[in-house]
């Protein structure tokens, strides 16, 4: 068994050719889903490797299904193979009520330290979408998942323990900014220089790696000094100590331009760009809203914190079609261990009907072929995707949108795009 286990070896992640790969089926659609992305995977695998590499899929539970057979929602055996065979995927799970775990989703992101929630987002030629020139949309968001106010540090109105919090603040801190105190609920927001340096430092090497030609930072320091601010601070002091030569930053720019003037700073820019280093730069979260509508091709790698990311890989996602399509991976780079999943959730209103599209969890598959290093099977997939969406054949959810829409069930989908890899 253990040769058919990934491991890390220093930086680099060592894959056999037949990896166990632990995978979640998921609640509600994810049955469905599963069994075409399961189906679609292996068959570009195969043409792809002629029998040479494929994959040992293991079922693992958690969710609904795992709760039915179990009587509890992710069993310590799943978060044992996620932690043994590094690398797996999942599809959406059911969120249990008043079970005392916040998400499962959470759970297994926290339990692995898997800080980066990576986010690509692309157009395909063919679905529907609000903007004038998708095409120009093409960003691959690197989103920190472990900090933030997202931590889930917070305490309820009226308790005894915001009383505690409060009077700390207030008798201890000198904090006497708080509007109505009698009636407050607190969260605290932790952001920190090892937990900004890993997620910048990942993106950084991502956009090196892959000849991207800038990293942005954003976030909302121009109002959260300290934590959004730090972030942006340190994300740069990283980019500048790690990276050397093979970056320039928007900071050095300015102090050239404020030291010597606008020509030495444009012939640092000229420079760098003709010898095709990442240039890192920075923007406030509100305005790079606004940009990613206006000019998204100044946009390539975003890094940025938890919250932030959360409202961004959203918004961006709906610009090219929705978050039905949108893949998703958490990762951490240090122990190699990354879990790729749906982003969509369980849609219980159309489970069981053979109409839902399989297609997040699917690019989430050549997510994880790409992170293996098995790219010749992702594009495979992606590009029978690109031939699939290009001739309006889709699922209802998104040919319905289209100009001369071809609506497949989820089954005749995955069918059509084996055909066409
Ligand atoms: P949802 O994403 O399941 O559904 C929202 C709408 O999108 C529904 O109309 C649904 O039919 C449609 N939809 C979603 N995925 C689709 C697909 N692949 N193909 C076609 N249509 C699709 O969100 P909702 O209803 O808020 O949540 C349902 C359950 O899923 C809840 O228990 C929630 O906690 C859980 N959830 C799990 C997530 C995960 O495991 N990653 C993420 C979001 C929600």
């Not at 919090?165 to 009636?183: C, D, N, Q, W």
């Not at 990613?292 to 090219?320: C, F, H, R, W």
Request: aromatic share 8%; proline share 4%.
């Amino acid at each position: 068994m253990s040769n058919q286990k990934i491991i890390k070896q220093g930086e680099h992640l060592i894959v056999p050719d037949n990896p166990i790969i632990p995978f979640i089926e998921g609640d509600g659609i994810g049955k469905e889903i599963w069994t075409s992305v399961k189906k679609i995977t292996d068959s570009a695998i195969e043409k792809a490797y002629k029998g040479k590499r494929n994959i040992n899929w293991l079922e693992v539970l958690a969710g609904e299904k795992a709760f039915n057979k179990t009587g509890t929602w992710l069993p310590a055996e799943t978060m044992e193979a996620f932690r043994d065979y590094l690398v797996g995927i999942k599809g959406p799970l059911t969120t249990p009520v008043g079970e005392g775990i916040r998400s499962l989703n959470v759970a297994l992101r926290q339990e692995l330290d898997l800080y980066v929630c990576l986010r690509p987002v692309r157009w395909f030629k063919g679905v529907a979408t609000p903007l004038l020139q998708p095409e120009k949309v093409h960003v691959t968001i690197f989103r920190e998942n472990t900090e933030d106010i997202y931590a889930g540090i917070e305490w309820n109105a009226g308790t005894p323990e915001v009383e505690k919090v409060l009077r700390f603040l207030k008798e201890e801190m000198g904090v006497a900014k708080i509007r109505f105190p009698e009636t407050t609920s607190i969260g605290v927001k932790p952001v920190s220089s090892e937990g900004t340096e890993r997620l910048v430092r990942a993106a950084v090497q991502y956009a090196i790696d892959n000849r991207l030609p800038s990293v942005t930072l954003v976030h909302k320091g121009n109002i959260m000094k300290f934590t959004e601010g730090g972030f942006k601070k340190w994300g740069y002091a990283l980019a500048e100590r790690e990276f050397g030569d093979k970056v320039f930053t928007a900071e050095k720019f300015k102090k050239i331009e404020n030291e010597q003037g606008v020509d030495a700073a444009v012939k640092y820019y000229d420079d760098a760009i003709s010898k095709g280093k990442v240039f890192i730069k920075d923007v406030i979260a509100d305005a790079f809203l606004q940009n990613t509508l206006l000019k998204p091709e100044e946009y390539s790698v975003i890094a940025t914190l938890n919250l932030n990311g959360d409202y961004i890989s959203d918004q961006l996602a709906a610009m090219v079609g929705g978050i039905g399509i949108a893949p998703g991976g958490n990762i951490n780079y240090k122990t190699g261990h990354a879990i790729f999943e749906a982003t969509h959730g369980t849609a219980p209103d159309i489970a069981g009907q053979n109409k839902a599209n399989p297609c997040s969890v699917l690019l989430s598959a050549v997510m994880m072929l790409e992170y293996l290093g098995w790219k010749e099977a992702g594009e495979l997939i992606t590009r029978a995707l690109e031939n699939m969406f290009q001739n309006g054949i889709a699922t209802n959810d998104l040919a319905r949108f289209m100009k001369n829409g071809i609506s497949l069930s989820t089954t005749e989908f995955s069918e059509e795009l084996i055909k066409r890899l």
